[in-house]
C-alpha cells in the first residue's frame, strides 16, 4: 500500500507514542503527522522528548507502546531488515554535529550512501560533486571533516542526507552548533532543495528563527505535543 501522491494522507504519522529509557519516561502519548513534502518544526524545551521523537518516527528507535505508519507501512511493526532498508533508501538523516566519518573527505562522505545503494565509485563521486556544489561547499571537496568549519561540516552532511533522493529528512538541531549567518546558510540550502524535489522535513530546532522557515509547528511538553499550529 502506498499513498504516494494523495496529500489527504500524512506520508507519516505517529499515534500516542510512549518511550520509557530506564525510569525516563521519555514519550507519553506523543501524536504527529507529516505530510508529503511538508516542512513541519518540532520545538519544545530540552529533554521534552523531541530527539526521542525524531529517532521513533525514523524507524531508529521502537516506541514501548503506540504506532508509527509511513506510506501505509507500520514502522513500529516492520522487522529490522526492512526497517535500515527503509532507513538508507527513503529516508535522510542529519544531527546537530553532523557525524560525518572522520577518515573519508567531504566527497567521499557524500558518495558514500550512493556507493551503499549499488552506483559506481565514478557516478556516486560526480554526484556527490554535484551537491556539494549545490550546497556552496564543492571547494571542500578533498578536505576531510576536521578541516571545515561547522557550517560547511553541516552543509555537508545535508548533502550527504539528501543525495539519494529521500522523501523525508529528519533534522535534529541541524544548526543548534552554527552562527546566525551559518545557520542561514544551512536551512536556505535545506528548505530550497526540499521545496524544489517535494522532500518532506522533520526539522528539530530551539531557535525562532529556524522554526520559521517551516509550514507547521508542534511543541512538545514532557514527552506529549502542547500545541500545534502554523510557524510565525
Ligand atoms: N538513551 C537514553 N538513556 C536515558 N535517558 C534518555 C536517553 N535518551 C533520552 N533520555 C531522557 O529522555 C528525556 C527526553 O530526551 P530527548 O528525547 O533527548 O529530549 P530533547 O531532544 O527534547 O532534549 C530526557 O529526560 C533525557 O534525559
Ligand atoms: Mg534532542
Known amino acids: 500500500m502506498s499513498n504516494q501522491g494523495d496529500t489527504s494522507v500524512p506520508l507519516l504519522a505517529a499515534r500516542d507514542l510512549a518511550k520509557t529509557h530506564g525510569r525516563t519516561r521519555a514519550l507519553s502519548g506523543a501524536s504527529a503527522e507529516l505530510r508529503a513534502g511538508e516542512i513541519l518544526a518540532v520545538t519544545g524545551t530540552s529533554g521534552s522528548g523531541k530527539s526521542t521523537l525524531l529517532h521513533c518516527l525514523a524507524g531508529i528507535v521502537r516506541p514501548d507502546e503506540g504506532t508509527v505508519t509511513y506510506a501505509g507501512e507500520r514502522l513500529d511493526e516492520l522487522p529490522e531488515k526492512r526497517l535500515s532498508e527503509l532507513r538508507r533508501t527513503e529516508f535522510g538523516v542529519v544531527f546537530q554535529f553532523g557525524q560525518l566519518i572522520p577518515e573519508l573527505t567531504a566527497l567521499d562522505n557524500v558518495a558514500l550512501p550512493l556507493l551503499l545503494a549499488g552506483a559506481s565509485r565514478t557516478d556516486a563521486r560526480a554526484t556527490a560533486g554535484e551537491w556539494l556544489e549545490r550546497f556552496g561547499v564543492r571547494g571542500q ?38 552562527d546566525s549567518l551559518a545557520s542561514e546558510q544551512v536551512m536556505t540550502a535545506l528548505v530550497g ?28 511538553t514532557d514527552g506529549t505535543v502542547a500545541t500545534a499550529g502554523v510557524a510565525a
Open 193 to 220: 532543495t526540499a521545496r524544489e524535489s517535494g522532500t518532506a522535513v522533520l526539522l528539530i530546532t530551539h531557535d525562532a528563527q529556524v522554526a520559521a522557515y517551516a509550514d507547521r509547528e508542534i511543541r512538545l
Open 141 to 178: 571537496g578533498e578536505s576531510r571533516p576536521g578541516e571545515l568549519s561547522g557550517g560547511q561540516s553541516q552543509r555537508v552532511a545535508l548533502a550527504r542526507a539528501l543525495v539519494t533522493g529521500p522523501r523525508i529528512v529528519f533534522a535534529d538541531e541541524p544548526t543548534g552548533a552554527l
